[in-house]
């Protein structure tokens, strides 16, 4: 059963993208991900994973926010390491 939502808050979404969507000159996806988001009210979390590039987070960050995305943060997925630990 999923979380309960505070009074007058909306449940927030998760949604992966994988790399291999065009970045450069169809931005489709991209596009599709922001208007369904809220467009550019959208909250937006970038959480780089399966990438260990450093770049990724920032890159994703700058597309969002030339294709109009107001609220674009990265969180950095510097805790790989902790979560691939067995919890005792």
Do not use: C
């Amino acid at each position: 059963m999923p979380s309960k939502i505070p009074h007058g808050e909306t449940r927030g979404w998760i949604v992966p993208i994988g790399g291999a969507e065009n970045k450069e000159n169809d931005r489709h996806i991209l596009e599709r991900f922001i208007r369904v988001s809220g467009g550019a009210d959208a909250d937006i979390v970038v959480i780089p994973t399966a990438s260990r590039m450093h770049e990724t987070g920032p890159r994703y960050e700058k597309l969002f926010q030339d294709l109009g995305a107001a609220h674009v943060t990265v969180m950095p997925a510097t805790m790989r390491t902790i979560r691939m630990k067995p919890v005792m």
